[in-house]
């Protein structure tokens, strides 16, 4: 059983960082791009980041770029969202979700075959 674990969400002013972590087991973590996703209160979810299998490349949603970076370390089966310079925008649920293949240039929801429950990012102005 693929189980993915978020955390490292908060409350956070404007201008300020906060760094997410997910952690997964039961799949062959190294074989599979990672995803994040973000859903605020009466909108649609939707792509922040993405990183390859191999952690070599990363793919971000324009209106995060620059800010959020995401990394990953295979022998700890982990992936990182490390998001700096935080806009009440940026105020949403935020998923950790496996990929169904290696490359990171899957932005939609249906290219990802696990979710985490999800962790809460609120960033005020």
Do not use: H
Not at 91 to 116: K, P, Q, S
């Amino acid at each position: 059983q693929v189980r993915v674990v978020e955390s490292g969400g908060g409350l956070v002013q404007a201008g300020g960082s906060l760094r997410l972590s997910c952690a997964v087991s039961g799949r062959t973590f190294s074989s599979y791009a990672m995803g994040w996703f973000r859903q605020a209160l009466g909108k649609e979810r939707e792509f922040v980041a993405a990183i390859s299998a191999t952690g070599y490349t990363t793919y971000y949603a324009d209106s995060v770029k620059g800010r959020f970076t995401s990394s990953r370390d295979n022998a700890k089966n982990t992936v990182t969202l490390q998001m700096n310079n935080l806009k009440p925008e940026d105020t949403a649920v935020y998923y950790c979700a496996v990929g169904r293949f290696a490359i990171a240039t899957m932005t939609n929801t249906g290219a990802y075959d696990y979710w985490g429950q999800g962790t809460q990012v609120t960033v005020s102005s």
